[in-house]
Protein backbone atom coordinates (compact mmCIF):
# COMPACT_ATOMS: atom_id res chain seq x y z
CA UNK A 1 0.00 0.00 0.00
CA UNK A 2 2.93 2.72 0.70
CA UNK A 3 4.90 1.82 -2.60
CA UNK A 4 1.14 1.84 -4.24
CA UNK A 5 1.79 -1.52 -5.72
CA UNK A 6 -0.22 -2.89 -8.95
CA UNK A 7 0.63 -6.29 -8.39
CA UNK A 8 2.12 -8.29 -5.79
CA UNK A 9 5.18 -10.10 -6.26
CA UNK A 10 7.99 -12.29 -4.21
CA UNK A 11 11.13 -12.63 -4.61
CA UNK A 12 13.98 -14.42 -2.70
CA UNK A 13 17.32 -13.47 -1.97
CA UNK A 14 20.23 -15.40 -0.21
CA UNK A 15 21.98 -14.82 3.08
CA UNK A 16 24.69 -11.86 2.61
CA UNK A 17 28.02 -11.44 3.82
CA UNK A 18 30.03 -8.55 3.01
CA UNK A 19 33.74 -10.70 1.24
CA UNK A 20 36.67 -10.31 3.49
CA UNK A 21 39.68 -11.51 2.54
CA UNK A 22 40.56 -13.71 4.99
CA UNK A 23 43.87 -15.66 4.83
CA UNK A 24 43.43 -19.46 4.32
CA UNK A 25 45.50 -22.21 6.24
CA UNK A 26 45.57 -24.65 3.34
CA UNK A 27 47.02 -28.29 4.54
CA UNK A 28 48.60 -29.98 1.67
CA UNK A 29 50.64 -32.50 3.68
CA UNK A 30 48.57 -35.82 2.91
CA UNK A 31 49.29 -37.54 6.17
CA UNK A 32 48.41 -34.83 8.61
CA UNK A 33 45.04 -35.36 10.35
CA UNK A 34 42.18 -33.82 8.66
CA UNK A 35 39.88 -31.65 10.89
CA UNK A 36 36.49 -31.02 10.69
CA UNK A 37 34.59 -28.77 12.44
CA UNK A 38 30.85 -27.88 13.33
CA UNK A 39 29.03 -24.90 14.65
CA UNK A 40 25.58 -24.86 15.73
CA UNK A 41 23.35 -24.84 18.65
CA UNK A 42 19.45 -26.14 17.67
CA UNK A 43 18.90 -29.98 18.37
CA UNK A 44 16.62 -30.81 15.41
CA UNK A 45 18.08 -28.23 13.09
CA UNK A 46 21.92 -29.44 13.23
CA UNK A 47 21.25 -33.17 14.40
CA UNK A 48 24.77 -32.97 15.84
CA UNK A 49 24.64 -36.74 17.09
CA UNK A 50 23.96 -37.74 13.77
CA UNK A 51 27.23 -36.22 12.92
CA UNK A 52 28.86 -38.26 15.83
CA UNK A 53 27.50 -41.11 14.33
CA UNK A 54 29.03 -40.49 10.97
CA UNK A 55 32.29 -39.74 11.92
CA UNK A 56 32.31 -42.91 14.76
CA UNK A 57 31.35 -45.46 11.89
CA UNK A 58 34.33 -44.68 9.39
CA UNK A 59 36.62 -47.60 9.62
CA UNK A 60 39.24 -47.42 11.91
CA UNK A 61 41.80 -46.57 9.19
CA UNK A 62 39.86 -43.69 7.88
CA UNK A 63 39.13 -42.50 11.54
CA UNK A 64 42.83 -42.33 12.40
CA UNK A 65 43.27 -39.62 10.14
CA UNK A 66 40.64 -37.31 11.28
CA UNK A 67 39.47 -34.76 13.96
CA UNK A 68 36.04 -33.50 14.36
CA UNK A 69 35.74 -30.54 17.00
CA UNK A 70 31.98 -29.58 17.42
CA UNK A 71 31.04 -26.08 19.11
CA UNK A 72 27.44 -25.98 20.89
CA UNK A 73 26.83 -24.24 23.96
CA UNK A 74 23.53 -26.17 23.90
CA UNK A 75 22.95 -29.76 25.22
CA UNK A 76 26.52 -29.56 25.88
CA UNK A 77 26.55 -32.49 28.56
CA UNK A 78 24.21 -34.50 26.15
CA UNK A 79 26.69 -34.56 23.70
CA UNK A 80 29.85 -35.33 25.30
CA UNK A 81 28.49 -38.22 27.32
CA UNK A 82 27.72 -39.45 23.35
CA UNK A 83 31.34 -39.11 22.93
CA UNK A 84 32.29 -41.09 25.59
CA UNK A 85 29.68 -43.68 25.26
CA UNK A 86 30.99 -44.67 22.09
CA UNK A 87 34.86 -44.35 23.31
CA UNK A 88 35.58 -41.49 20.19
CA UNK A 89 37.20 -39.00 22.04
CA UNK A 90 40.05 -40.09 20.19
CA UNK A 91 38.61 -38.38 17.39
CA UNK A 92 36.30 -36.01 18.77
CA UNK A 93 35.65 -32.94 21.43
CA UNK A 94 33.24 -30.33 21.91
CA UNK A 95 33.98 -27.21 23.62
CA UNK A 96 31.87 -24.10 23.69
CA UNK A 97 31.68 -20.42 24.91
CA UNK A 98 33.59 -19.44 22.97
CA UNK A 99 34.24 -15.16 21.56
CA UNK A 100 33.86 -14.71 18.11
CA UNK A 101 37.47 -14.20 16.95
CA UNK A 102 38.15 -17.74 18.51
CA UNK A 103 35.16 -19.24 16.75
CA UNK A 104 36.80 -18.20 13.18
CA UNK A 105 40.21 -19.31 13.80
CA UNK A 106 38.94 -22.97 14.27
CA UNK A 107 36.68 -22.25 10.94
CA UNK A 108 40.11 -21.03 8.87
CA UNK A 109 42.28 -23.79 10.47
CA UNK A 110 39.50 -26.76 9.86
CA UNK A 111 39.51 -28.53 6.13
CA UNK A 112 35.62 -29.62 6.45
CA UNK A 113 33.34 -28.10 7.86
CA UNK A 114 29.92 -30.01 8.67
CA UNK A 115 26.47 -28.19 7.93
CA UNK A 116 22.89 -29.78 8.45
CA UNK A 117 21.73 -33.45 9.08
CA UNK A 118 18.60 -32.17 10.98
CA UNK A 119 15.35 -34.19 9.79
CA UNK A 120 12.78 -30.69 10.01
CA UNK A 121 11.29 -28.67 7.71
CA UNK A 122 12.97 -26.22 8.57
CA UNK A 123 16.22 -27.88 7.84
CA UNK A 124 15.07 -28.43 4.42
CA UNK A 125 14.19 -25.28 3.03
CA UNK A 126 17.62 -22.53 5.11
CA UNK A 127 21.19 -22.76 3.99
CA UNK A 128 23.00 -21.66 8.04
CA UNK A 129 25.22 -18.75 8.75
CA UNK A 130 27.89 -21.27 9.45
CA UNK A 131 27.95 -22.55 6.00
CA UNK A 132 27.77 -19.51 4.41
CA UNK A 133 31.00 -18.34 6.72
CA UNK A 134 32.67 -21.52 6.03
CA UNK A 135 31.97 -20.81 2.25
CA UNK A 136 33.25 -17.41 2.51
CA UNK A 137 36.34 -18.95 3.91
CA UNK A 138 37.00 -21.39 1.15
CA UNK A 139 36.28 -24.33 3.20
CA UNK A 140 34.60 -27.66 2.11
CA UNK A 141 31.23 -28.12 3.38
CA UNK A 142 29.52 -31.78 3.59
CA UNK A 143 26.03 -31.29 4.33
CA UNK A 144 22.75 -33.10 3.99
CA UNK A 145 20.69 -33.17 0.47
CA UNK A 146 18.33 -30.64 1.16
CA UNK A 147 15.78 -28.39 -0.74
CA UNK A 148 17.95 -25.27 0.05
CA UNK A 149 21.39 -27.04 -0.86
CA UNK A 150 20.19 -28.00 -3.52
CA UNK A 151 19.34 -24.52 -5.17
CA UNK A 152 21.99 -22.68 -3.36
CA UNK A 153 24.89 -25.62 -3.48
CA UNK A 154 26.25 -28.53 -5.15
CA UNK A 155 28.71 -31.28 -5.72
CA UNK A 156 30.41 -29.48 -7.95
CA UNK A 157 30.49 -26.63 -5.92
CA UNK A 158 33.34 -27.88 -3.23
CA UNK A 159 30.33 -28.94 -1.48
CA UNK A 160 29.46 -32.58 -0.99
CA UNK A 161 25.49 -32.92 -0.52
CA UNK A 162 25.47 -36.21 1.50
CA UNK A 163 22.66 -38.26 0.48
CA UNK A 164 21.56 -41.92 1.34
CA UNK A 165 22.96 -44.16 2.41
CA UNK A 166 24.30 -41.25 4.57
CA UNK A 167 27.58 -43.54 6.32
CA UNK A 168 28.95 -44.98 3.68
CA UNK A 169 28.53 -41.98 1.16
CA UNK A 170 30.09 -40.34 4.10
CA UNK A 171 33.00 -42.82 4.51
CA UNK A 172 33.62 -42.77 0.48
CA UNK A 173 34.61 -38.95 -0.02
CA UNK A 174 36.75 -39.06 3.55
CA UNK A 175 38.61 -41.52 1.81
CA UNK A 176 39.26 -39.58 -1.30
CA UNK A 177 39.65 -36.46 0.29
CA UNK A 178 42.24 -37.90 3.04
CA UNK A 179 44.33 -39.59 -0.11
CA UNK A 180 44.92 -36.42 -2.56
CA UNK A 181 46.44 -32.84 -1.64
CA UNK A 182 45.22 -31.76 -5.15
CA UNK A 183 41.89 -32.78 -4.18
CA UNK A 184 41.26 -30.86 -1.74
CA UNK A 185 42.82 -27.59 -2.87
CA UNK A 186 40.22 -27.80 -6.05
CA UNK A 187 37.38 -28.24 -3.38
CA UNK A 188 38.59 -25.63 -1.13
CA UNK A 189 39.00 -22.73 -4.33
CA UNK A 190 35.17 -24.23 -5.30
CA UNK A 191 33.98 -23.59 -1.92
CA UNK A 192 34.92 -20.11 -2.33
CA UNK A 193 33.77 -19.78 -5.80
CA UNK A 194 30.49 -20.82 -4.25
CA UNK A 195 30.05 -18.04 -1.93
CA UNK A 196 31.14 -15.04 -4.46
CA UNK A 197 28.14 -16.88 -6.52
CA UNK A 198 25.46 -17.13 -4.06
CA UNK A 199 26.07 -14.93 -0.61
CA UNK A 200 28.62 -11.73 -1.24
CA UNK A 201 26.54 -9.03 -0.44
CA UNK A 202 27.04 -6.94 -4.08
CA UNK A 203 25.61 -9.25 -6.02
CA UNK A 204 22.78 -9.66 -3.83
CA UNK A 205 21.90 -6.02 -3.99
CA UNK A 206 22.31 -5.83 -7.34
CA UNK A 207 19.26 -8.69 -7.41
CA UNK A 208 17.44 -6.65 -5.07
CA UNK A 209 17.77 -3.84 -7.29
CA UNK A 210 16.62 -5.34 -10.70
CA UNK A 211 13.31 -6.99 -8.54
CA UNK A 212 12.57 -3.26 -7.12
CA UNK A 213 12.73 -1.79 -11.03
CA UNK A 214 10.13 -4.62 -11.52
CA UNK A 215 7.56 -4.07 -9.15
CA UNK A 216 7.81 -0.13 -8.78
Do not use: W
Not at 12 to 30: D, E, G
Amino acid sequence: KILHLTQYKKKVLSFNVAQKNLKLKIKKTVNSKIQLVHAGANRKLHNISKMIYLVHRLPDNLKKKIFFTIISNDYFDEYKKLIDRLRCERNIKIINHLKFNQYLKIINESDICMGLFGDTEKSQNIISNFIVTSTNLGKVIITKNTKAAKIYLNNNNGILLLKKPEHLNFSKFIRKYTSSAKFRNELQKKSKKSFLKNFEIQKNLKKLELFLKEVL
